[in-house]
Nanobody, 124 residues
């Protein structure tokens, strides 16, 4: 499966963005999908993940209550709605696909397919 992340941009603190992860090659419903981010000089970190059916979602503590992951398997796309953005959310955001029943929440181990990053910059 090929993944294409989009939707990043520059936004003021408190604003919102919606990232999209469009899959091609294979149906995204075969995969759990996670979002990760990496800021300059920092390790990649888990942001959110969703199971194949969308029945379960997982979030990093730092984004709980502000970010929402969802999927539309009919459109072969997974979304990350980001509200109440903070400057510390500034990073390159990546989506990744996993065959696991329960997606991992580490630094990305277990995710076989990765999209290119989309940059999110939050100004104060």
């Amino acid at each position: 499966v090929q993944l294409q992340a989009s939707g990043g941009g520059l936004v003021q603190a408190g604003g919102s963005l919606r990232l999209s992860c469009a899959a091609s090659g294979r149906t995204v419903s075969n995969y759990a999908v996670g979002w990760f981010r990496q800021a300059p000089g920092k390790d990649r970190e888990f942001v959110a993940a969703i199971t194949r059916s969308g029945g379960s979602t997982y979030y990093a503590d730092s984004v709980k209550g502000r970010f929402t992951i969802s999927r539309d398997n009919a459109k072969n796309t997974v979304y990350l709605q980001m509200n109440m953005l903070k400057p510390e959310d500034t990073a390159a955001y990546y989506c990744a696909a996993s065959l696991a029943d329960i997606p991992a929440r580490g630094t990305g181990d277990g995710y076989r397919y990765w999209g290119q990053g989309t940059q999110v910059t939050v100004s104060s």
